[in-house]
């Protein structure tokens, strides 16, 4: 209140504000113009332009296709190690019970590499 008394005003908007909100206007119609321009086709080669989107999809569908058998590997590698343990803990059962013949059936299962 104390600046309106004063006519002290805080922005230079408010000393005319016509004037301000014609600038404004102004403004926001340069952008606008700016960003329809940007849009704006200038080239009308369809055929190019379809080859192009067909290239893209097939790219974005091979990534997924990627990414599916990434996953799918890891799950796949997650359930062999699961088997492998599993066999380990056989394995060490049977040599703890002395069946040291299924003992090395399973060691030549876990590591077919080693020979026995």
Known sequence: ME????????????????????????????????????????????????????????EKQKEEEVEALKRDMQSGMAQA???QA????EMAYMYKIGNFEAAAAIQKRLDPDVAM
Not at 13 to 35: C, H, I, P, T
Not at 43 to 54: C, G, H, K, M, S
Not at 86 to 89: A, D
């Open 3 to 58: 600046d309106h008394n004063t006519a002290t005003f805080p922005s230079k908007k408010y000393y005319n504000l016509d004037a301000y909100y014609k600038r404004q206007m102004e403004k926001e119609s340069k952008k606008g113009v700016k960003k329809v321009l940007q849009a704006e086709r200038t080239v009308f080669n369809d055929e190019d332009q379809r080859r192009q989107e067909l290239l893209m999809a097939r």
């Open 86 to 89: 599993q066999l380990r803990e």
């Open 81 to 83: 190690m699961k088997e």
